[in-house]
């Protein structure tokens, strides 16, 4: 079974304003599809696990492993974690959820202001991802930036191992077409299209299972 690109859980344009349907359509249909070409072609005639077994090793695996399948599962989850702004807005962290935001940052504007001063470009130069995890402990939330298409379930791209419940991409590809240079102006109209309801379940599941959230593809 090769690895696949999934369907986006909306339409292209879904996301309008915030992030632009021909942003969508590049993003999905060529550069996340590029990634699950090259990890197809770098597990060939291998076993192929579910993506998300390959990320802990993926850095020892070397740069094929690490970079195209680190791509297919941030792209894979981050299609996931997002909605239409209207449908967005009717969603809310879980009460698990909201009590470990105020445990570990005060407060959600906290959290979020916090999460924008990581993703500018003087916190996370050049190409990358911005992270709200879980710790292994699975009682405190962290924000991780990581380079390029690592993750921080990968081991030895952060400080320490820890589980991805909502993530951002900041590669100018994922906004250069609407935004340009303007990456703080991304970021925080993103906050519009985070589907809340996704996000709890995303902490629910890495606190009940000690793992990262499985992806589809
Ligand atoms: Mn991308």
Redesign the pocket.
Same mark, same amino acid.
């Given at each position: 079974m090769a690895y696949s690109v999934p369907d986006l859980p909306y339409p292209f344009d879904a996301l309008e304003p915030h992030i632009d349907a021909p942003t969508m359509k590049v /993003?999905h249909d060529k /550069?996340h599809a590029t990634y699950v070409a090259n990890i197809n072609k770098a597990t060939e005639g291998k076993d192929e696990k579910p993506i998300l077994d390959l990320m802990e090793s993926a850095i020892e695996a070397g740069p094929a492993i690490r970079n195209n399948g680190g791509g297919h599962y941030n !792209?894979a989850f981050f299609w996931e974690e997002m909605a239409a702004p209207g449908d967005a807005a009717k969603t809310k962290p879980s009460a698990q959820l909201e009590e470990l935001i105020n445990k570990s940052f005060g407060s959600m504007d906290e959290m979020k202001a916090q999460f924008e001063a990581r993703a500018a470009p003087g916190a996370l130069f050049g190409s990358g991802w911005v992270w709200v995890t879980v710790n292994k402990a699975g009682d405190k939330l962290l924000l991780v930036g990581t380079p390029n298409q690592d993750n921080p379930l990968m081991k030895g791209a952060a400080d320490e191992i820890s589980f991805p419940i909502l993530g951002l991409?900041v590669?100018e !590809?994922?906004y250069y077409l609407r935004y340009q240079n303007r990456r703080p102006e991304y970021v925080s109209n993103w906050w519009n299209v985070v589907n809340w309801d996704k996000v709890s379940e995303n902490c629910a599941y890495v606190i009940k299972n000690h793992a990262g959230v499985p992806v589809q593809g």
């Open positions: /993003h /550069h !792209h991409d590669w !590809h994922a």
